[in-house]
């Protein structure tokens, strides 16, 4: 891999997980996949529309970015 190169990566989400990838629950889930990006090197974004609360789920968003380094915008 070239270590000048940069990964960048955009994600456009409410932060509301309802089904878990691996079984493992979704809150365990994303702690990994975000470490699992952080520790890659991989530039992530976060891009939070404000959306009307029809559900009250909690938003992941604030999990993700603490574990993944990750900037948030909420747009």
């Known amino acids: 891999m070239n270590k000048a190169l940069k990964v960048k990566v955009f994600l456009i989400t409410d932060g509301r997980a309802n089904v878990p990838l691996f079984g493992k ?4 889930e994303l ?3 975000s470490k ?3 520790s890659q090197g991989i530039d992530l ?3 939070e529309p404000k959306s009307p609360n029809i559900i009250p789920t909690p938003s ?3 999990l993700i970015a603490e574990f993944a380094n990750a ?3 909420r747009v």
């Open 25 to 28: 629950g979704i809150k365990n």
């Open 31 to 33: 702690v990994e996949l």
């Open 36 to 38: 699992r990006l952080n």
């Open 45 to 47: 974004s976060i891009f």
């Open 60 to 62: 992941y968003t604030p």
């Open 71 to 73: 900037k948030v915008y």
